[in-house]
């Protein structure tokens, strides 16, 4: 019994079995049947089966054009966020030297070094008014 195939549209086996040729006079039938294996013919597949799997073919080669393509395009944003933030990073760090350099002296006064600046962080309210007091009682 012939073993179906998706890809065939009929399979054909040719069997000489050796019990027709038991029988006959000539003996050479007989061996041909018993020693040649059975011949299978394959008929072409159907153009259905082949628009199905050039179809699939397209498909994969489509999908995997777009599938490549994005990643390529994640690639090149994620390169040009990483530039992006360096030189973000860069300019920070200019800006933060820049002002190293640029800031002026703390003003402390000669007698306590007591910091003058208000907008100073380490500004005291309470030292500058006690120096202000004693500058004044002199």
Do not use: C
């Amino acid at each position: 019994m012939p073993v179906p195939n998706l890809f065939t549209e009929s399979l054909t086996v040719a069997r000489a079995s050796a019990s027709d040729y038991r029988n006959a006079s000539n003996h050479s039938l007989y061996l041909t049947a018993l020693f040649n294996p059975p011949t299978l013919t394959l008929t072409m597949t159907s153009s259905g089966v082949n628009v199905f799997r050039y179809t699939a073919l397209l498909l994969g080669v489509t999908y995997g054009v777009y599938h490549q393509s994005v990643i390529s395009a994640t690639a090149k944003i994620n390169e040009i966020n990483r530039e992006y933030s360096h030189k973000e990073n860069l300019i920070q760090k200019a800006k933060a030297e820049w002002k190293k350099k640029n800031m002026p002296k703390e003003s402390k006064t000669e007698g306590g070094g007591v910091i003058t600046d208000p907008n100073d962080s380490r500004f005291d309210l309470e030292a500058y008014l006690t120096v202000k007091m004693a500058d004044e009682a002199k």
